[in-house]
């Protein structure tokens, strides 16, 4: 199944009883030891990470079958917490009231801003974060209940990674670096040793050394003016988008601000809050626009460039050049890297172990159920993808 990015997870159970969709079906998708997960608790889940991949990743819900596999990603989430907060019960995890009451008072605060006004109100933000447990159908008390399962499920989380993950040594992030390090020079005698000795030791060195190159990489930053020229448009219409890219250029020549003809001119909409600015990444951005960005002067606007969806104005801003990076450069983001991979790893062995133990028993159905076993392998494979490329992009 789609392996949901993290970001998004987290930002739904944020808000998870907490966001601007009702529920009304108080029925339940499953049973964990005789316990319901409630329909209306799985389909406010649900709405809000489809919201989040709306917002930033729209391409992944056009998917086949995508909302079927977020659907079952989230419905296994649920499962996971109810799992655990009945450990917590089983170990008598205790919770003080201030412990909830700080829990409610650190989501209130993100209804300090506004939304209708984009400032920030704090003596607003108690009626706005009432109207939002309305809007859920959701009382105050339940929703401390929720708080309250909540720090309970935290906290035995502690005491078990406590038990379970060794702390990470310094001779750890030593020696994830030399693995990353020699992908980064494409050492092959050392790649095919590694590659035989332990291909998921490969993978992830392989993984972070392309993120590493990534932000180490040759950068310029530009200011975007883009009119679009799909292939589908008419040969007098792309004529018409050329001409004005030449009328733009020429009035930026003639004294026109640049920030002032993004506003103007780009077609872009989803840029004009930052202006038109973008960082490129040298080899990454068209071929026409690589050339560009990398050849002309900080300052200088480049003459109309077409490429396979349209035409583009920029203006070189800022370059950087490529930087090397040492052991001491990241050490303390690897010790941290390998710290979480070991917390998600004894997580999620310990979530196993609660999950063969107890009586798990599904009643939601989705309609990517009922197609071939390959088709629904192929759909799910296409959709994480998708995930994946939409996640990296988004962190460029």
């Not at 917002?55 to 079927?68: G, M, N, R, V």
């Not at 989230?74 to 412990?99: P, R, T």
């Not at 990454?284 to 003459?303: H, N, R, W």
């Amino acid at each position: 199944m789609i392996k949901m990015n993290k970001l998004f997870l987290a930002a739904a159970v944020a808000f998870g009883c907490v966001n601007a969709y009702s529920a009304k079906i108080d029925s339940s998708v499953a049973t964990v030891n005789g316990r319901p997960v409630l329909a209306s608790e799985y389909d406010n889940y649900l709405q809000g990470v489809i919201a989040e991949y709306q917002a930033a990743a729209p391409q992944i819900l056009q998917q086949p079958h995508a909302k079927d596999i977020l659907g079952s990603e989230v419905l296994k989430e649920l499962i996971s917490k109810e799992l655990l907060y009945q450990a917590a019960e089983e170990e008598k995890v205790q919770v003080k009231d201030s412990e909830v009451d700080a829990g409610i008072n650190e989501i209130k605060t993100r209804f300090i801003v506004d939304e209708l006004t984009g400032k920030e109100d704090p003596k607003g933000a108690d009626k706005r974060f009432n109207e939002a447990l309305k809007k859920q159908g959701m009382t105050l008390k339940r929703y401390k209940e929720k708080i309250k399962k909540d720090v309970a499920v935290r906290k035995l989380m502690e005491t078990k990674l406590k038990e379970n993950v060794t702390p990470v040594e310094e001779a750890d992030a030593k020696a994830l670096y030399a693995n990353v390090e020699a992908v980064m020079k494409n050492n092959t005698k050392k790649i095919k040793a590694l590659e035989k000795e332990d291909p998921m030791k490969l993978k992830e060195a392989q993984l972070i050394a392309a993120k590493l190159k990534q932000l180490t990489a040759e950068q310029v930053r530009i200011g975007h003016i883009f009119l679009a020229a799909p292939k589908d448009m008419s040969a007098e219409d792309v004529k018409k988008k050329e001409e004005l890219a030449n009328q733009i250029k020429k009035e930026i020549d003639n004294g026109l601000d640049f920030s002032s003809a993004v506003r103007k001119y780009t077609e872009e909409k989803n840029a004009l809050a930052s202006g038109g600015d973008m960082i490129l990444i040298k080899g990454v951005a068209p071929k026409e626009i690589d050339a560009q960005a990398f050849t002309l002067a900080v300052g200088k606007v480049s003459k109309p460039i077409k490429s396979e969806v349209g035409f583009h104005i920029i203006k070189v801003k800022e370059k950087r050049a490529e930087k090397s990076i040492s052991y001491e450069d990241i050490s303390r983001d690897l010790a941290q890297y390998l710290a979480q991979q070991r917390v998600q790893l004894a997580m999620a062995q310990y979530i196993e172990q609660l999950y063969n133990k107890a009586d798990v028993k599904i009643t939601l159905t989705f309609e990517s159920d009922e197609q071939p076993a390959e088709s629904a392998a192929e759909a799910k494979t296409d959709a994480k993808k998708t995930d994946t490329a939409a996640t990296d992009t988004k962190k460029k």
